[in-house]
């Protein structure tokens, strides 16, 4: 009889963007590597837009610029995630809100530093940052207390 | 619509199953072979394939793959991919074929097996935007959506749980929905299942599985040639993508059936009050109460009472997915979209046998396909289905 031979799987690493896959948002890459978050605003209606897109979903043109975001807005939707996904198995049980940011865009992110029951849909929050793979800063929420 | 020019004249469905080990060709030529076998119509007469692509094959050359797997040569071909909104989307594009000549006998066939092979990443802006955040696939934005439903309106969790028990009763009487969930759902076992992404529970959301179904269509002046018996016709369609998509903060409860649904019943001359058959599209239980509201057949926010008051057994006032749905019978991934349009068929041709709706003079079948970020479902679509007589 033989022995299978034992091996580890590597323990499941957490998906790391690739910038600029979707479209090209350089902007956006460059601010979130100073915890600078960088909106599209369509110079034409003069609304925000997120995530990055290649036109205005307001006008079909590319009539765009980046600005700053505030980083504060009103928690949306919430979950809690019982399944963790790929690199979060050590968090689970773990919060995901939905957020409008105060220039009326939408965001998806964890809310960390706190309890689930901490938080419900109406709490402001703010963004805060995490680093992911290689060094790269990541958007998050926290309650903004 | 001219409402009775275009028929579906037969159907197939193989069991759903978890795990078949087996490949899109393999579950499609399956259903195939079926079809063939009940309609007696020889494959060379074929001549329009709709082909809903699979979660585990988005592949540009997959409709060309499916045309040599099954030996057909049609002058009509579709690679219908809307998410679970495909094969009815595939019918309503078949109509559209058939009525302009591009092709005469057309088949709408779906395939999926999500637990045998590895679906395609999903691309788009998801890998930079979304995928390292964390969510937890479809069950995580759902979990979102009812979280704000629940904020919005009026809910009573036994509402959700009363939908998945009875579309369970339903299942337990279809022999081709997964084995291990033709057993019975009480109210206890609902309310004590765990929380998947809270608020959503293990019983509000489908299990994935693989399966293949398929549908024979032609006009019916060409099925009454051919001898066909039973028709049931496509009386109205209506389609919404990427609804509210110019705005940045649409109210996520929104759904596109708030648009589709009204002007698929105009174009029937229906209310929902004329609806006799419901077999929506279910991913997950609050789908369908959204659906009920924006449709019509309750008001916004009221859901959860109109469900407490209705009976939606395969006996009731508006029987819902009377073969269990995707939550009871399984999700064979995208062809899944196809089940509940399968059902309502038969129902139609009056083959339901143990689970037949007395008096079935039409149904509604809707699709959901995609999951954006920050909004509600990408594609909603409404078909209503008459008999033929």
């Given at each position: 009889m033989s022995t299978a031979p034992t091996t580890a799987k590597p323990a499941p690493k957490r998906p790391v963007p690739v910038p600029n896959t979707y479209v090209k948002a350089q902007p956006y890459w460059d601010g979130i590597k100073e915890k600078k978050l960088l909106l599209q605003y369509c110079t034409e209606t003069k609304q925000y837009q997120h995530y990055p897109r290649a036109v205005s979903n307001y006008t079909g043109k590319a009539n765009l610029e980046w600005r700053e975001s505030s980083q504060k807005g009103a928690i949306y939707a919430m979950t809690l995630t019982r399944v963790p996904q790929p690199g979060f198995e050590e968090r689970a049980p773990y919060p995901i809100v939905t957020v409008d940011l105060d220039e009326k865009v939408r965001m998806i992110g964890l809310l960390l530093n706190c309890k689930p029951e901490e938080a419900k849909i109406g709490d402001r929050v703010k963004v805060c940052w995490e680093v992911i793979g290689e060094g790269q800063n990541y958007p998050a929420f926290e309650l903004d207390r | 619509m001219r409402p009775n020019d275009i028929a579906i004249v037969g159907y197939s469905e193989i069991k759903n199953v978890v795990k078949s080990g087996q490949s899109n060709f393999d579950l499609s030529g399956a259903a195939f072979s079926k079809l063939m076998e009940s309609t007696g119509l020889e494959p060379s007469k074929i001549d329009g394939l709709a082909v809903t692509m699979p979660l585990t094959e988005t592949n540009a050359f997959y409709a060309n793959y499916m045309c040599d797997a099954l030996g057909l040569s049609p002058t009509w071909l579709l690679l219908s991919a809307l998410g679970g909104c495909s094969a009815s989307g595939g019918v309503a594009r078949a109509v559209s074929a058939i009525r302009e000549g591009q092709c005469e006998i057309a088949v709408v066939l779906s395939s999926d097996n999500p637990t045998s092979r590895p679906r395609v990443p999903t691309g788009g802006y998801k890998s930079e935007y979304e995928n390292s955040v964390g969510v937890q696939g479809p069950s995580g934005f759902f979990g979102l959506l009812l979280s704000r439903y629940i904020a919005q309106y009026e809910f009573i969790p036994e509402a959700l749980g009363k939908l998945a028990i009875a579309q369970r009763d339903h299942a337990i009487m279809?022999?081709?929905?997964v084995e291990k969930l033709r057993i019975p759902l009480t109210m206890k076992d609902y309310l004590d299942s765990r929380m998947i992404s809270d608020p959503l529970r293990l019983f509000d959301c489908v299990m994935r599985c693989d399966g293949a179904n398929a549908m024979l269509m032609m006009s019916t002046e060409k099925a009454r040639k051919m001898g066909f018996k039973k028709f049931v016709h496509p009386v109205a369609y209506a389609e919404r993508s990427n609804h509210l998509g110019h705005t940045m903060q649409p109210d996520i409860t929104e759904t596109g059936f708030a648009d589709a649904g009204p002007r698929a019943l105009k174009q029937a001359g229906m209310t929902p009050k004329d609806i006799r058959i419901f077999a929506p599209y279910d991913d997950f239980t609050v789908a369908l109460m959204l659906k009920l509201e924006q449709i019509g057949f309750t008001e916004r926010g009221k859901g959860c009472r109109y469900i407490m008051e209705t009976d939606f057994s395969h006996k009731g006032t508006l029987p819902l997915n009377t073969s269990g749905g995707q939550i009871s019978a399984g999700q064979?991934?995208?062809?899944?979209?196809?089940l509940n349009m399968v059902e309502a068929v038969r129902q139609l041709m009056g083959e339901?046998?143990?689970?037949q709706v007395e008096n079935a003079k039409n149904a509604m079948v809707t699709g959901i396909g995609g999951i954006p970020y920050g909004r509600n479902w990408s594609i909603s679509n409404v078909t209503i289905l008459e008999p033929g007589k």
């Amino acid at each position: 009889m033989s022995t299978a031979p034992t091996t580890a799987k590597p323990a499941p690493k957490r998906p790391v963007p690739v910038p600029n896959t979707y479209v090209k948002a350089q902007p956006y890459w460059d601010g979130i590597k100073e915890k600078k978050l960088l909106l599209q605003y369509c110079t034409e209606t003069k609304q925000y837009q997120h995530y990055p897109r290649a036109v205005s979903n307001y006008t079909g043109k590319a009539n765009l610029e980046w600005r700053e975001s505030s980083q504060k807005g009103a928690i949306y939707a919430m979950t809690l995630t019982r399944v963790p996904q790929p690199g979060f198995e050590e968090r689970a049980p773990y919060p995901i809100v939905t957020v409008d940011l105060d220039e009326k865009v939408r965001m998806i992110g964890l809310l960390l530093n706190c309890k689930p029951e901490e938080a419900k849909i109406g709490d402001r929050v703010k963004v805060c940052w995490e680093v992911i793979g290689e060094g790269q800063n990541y958007p998050a929420f926290e309650l903004d207390r | 619509m001219r409402p009775n020019d275009i028929a579906i004249v037969g159907y197939s469905e193989i069991k759903n199953v978890v795990k078949s080990g087996q490949s899109n060709f393999d579950l499609s030529g399956a259903a195939f072979s079926k079809l063939m076998e009940s309609t007696g119509l020889e494959p060379s007469k074929i001549d329009g394939l709709a082909v809903t692509m699979p979660l585990t094959e988005t592949n540009a050359f997959y409709a060309n793959y499916m045309c040599d797997a099954l030996g057909l040569s049609p002058t009509w071909l579709l690679l219908s991919a809307l998410g679970g909104c495909s094969a009815s989307g595939g019918v309503a594009r078949a109509v559209s074929a058939i009525r302009e000549g591009q092709c005469e006998i057309a088949v709408v066939l779906s395939s999926d097996n999500p637990t045998s092979r590895p679906r395609v990443p999903t691309g788009g802006y998801k890998s930079e935007y979304e995928n390292s955040v964390g969510v937890q696939g479809p069950s995580g934005f759902f979990g979102l959506l009812l979280s704000r439903y629940i904020a919005q309106y009026e809910f009573i969790p036994e509402a959700l749980g009363k939908l998945a028990i009875a579309q369970r009763d339903h299942a337990i009487m279809n022999e081709n929905a997964v084995e291990k969930l033709r057993i019975p759902l009480t109210m206890k076992d609902y309310l004590d299942s765990r929380m998947i992404s809270d608020p959503l529970r293990l019983f509000d959301c489908v299990m994935r599985c693989d399966g293949a179904n398929a549908m024979l269509m032609m006009s019916t002046e060409k099925a009454r040639k051919m001898g066909f018996k039973k028709f049931v016709h496509p009386v109205a369609y209506a389609e919404r993508s990427n609804h509210l998509g110019h705005t940045m903060q649409p109210d996520i409860t929104e759904t596109g059936f708030a648009d589709a649904g009204p002007r698929a019943l105009k174009q029937a001359g229906m209310t929902p009050k004329d609806i006799r058959i419901f077999a929506p599209y279910d991913d997950f239980t609050v789908a369908l109460m959204l659906k009920l509201e924006q449709i019509g057949f309750t008001e916004r926010g009221k859901g959860c009472r109109y469900i407490m008051e209705t009976d939606f057994s395969h006996k009731g006032t508006l029987p819902l997915n009377t073969s269990g749905g995707q939550i009871s019978a399984g999700q064979p991934g995208l062809a899944g979209g196809g089940l509940n349009m399968v059902e309502a068929v038969r129902q139609l041709m009056g083959e339901a046998g143990e689970r037949q709706v007395e008096n079935a003079k039409n149904a509604m079948v809707t699709g959901i396909g995609g999951i954006p970020y920050g909004r509600n479902w990408s594609i909603s679509n409404v078909t209503i289905l008459e008999p033929g007589k």
